[in-house]
């Protein structure tokens, strides 16, 4: 049976409430049957400061994933590959027979141009943007835009987007979340090793 699964790549650095919500409602928003959570092991347009272990980081989404249609996976790092292109063009050749929407949100769109072969991931599956405060004009207004602008449908057509040909962009509105990875690590900068198993040292020789 085909499945209509959603992708929502990103560094869950941690994973925390926000991204939960945002991806339950786009499971709402797109009738989707799964939505999967790509953590990513690097992504080239951060800084390497300050990223927790991937370790770390995948169970941190693994269990904001929990008792969901959420699933958290390691596709990136098992496959070694280091570009979002690269990443999706495997995934629809292995499950040839299920349709995919790329999620991403709107302050990503914004420097969508910088993603190698941006035009070439909007050509393997729809693209599902989510409006985020703050970035939307500068959204509207993003390089990648002018280009993407004429494969636009209405939000209220969110659910048919098996039906579309790609491109195709549909701008997703939920109710704001001001929960934020940032702050959350400001709060809590010790929060991977919840997640690192104690290192379990050898007995001492008699």
């Known amino acids: 049976m085909t499945r209509r699964i959603g992708l929502l790549g990103g560094s869950f650095n941690p ?8 991806s339950l409602a786009a499971i709402d928003a797109l009738a989707l049957d799964e939505l999967w959570w790509l953590v990513s092991p ?9 990223m927790a272990p991937f370790a770390a980081r995948l169970a941190s989404a693994r269990v904001m994933a929990r008792r969901s ?19 999706l063009r495997f995934i629809t050749r292995r499950y040839p027979r299920d349709r995919f929407v790329w999620i991403m949100g709107a302050d990503n769109l ?3 141009s910088a993603w190698r072969r941006w035009r070439d991931i909007a050509r393997t599956m729809p693209i599902a943007v989510v409006a985020r405060p703050g970035y939307d004009a500068r959204a509207v207004a993003a390089p990648a ?14 659910k048919d987007w098996t039906d579309w040909s790609v ?14 990875a940032t702050l959350r690590r400001a709060a ?15 007995e001492p020789a008699n």
Do not use: C
């Open 15 to 22: 994973a925390h409430s926000g991204h939960r919500r945002i």
């Open 69 to 87: 249609r959420i699933r958290a996976s390691d596709v990136e790092t098992r496959l070694s590959t280091r570009y979002t292109v690269d990443t």
């Open 42 to 50: 690097g992504n080239p347009l951060k800084p390497a400061a300050g």
């Open 167 to 180: 491109p195709a962009l549909v701008l997703l509105r939920f109710r704001p979340d001001p929960t934020s």
């Open 145 to 158: 835009m002018a280009w993407l602008r004429r494969f636009a449908h209405p939000s209220r057509t969110a």
């Open 188 to 202: 809590d900068p010790l929060w991977h090793q919840r997640f690192v198993p104690p290192i379990s040292l050898p």
């Open 110 to 112: 914004v420097q969508f």
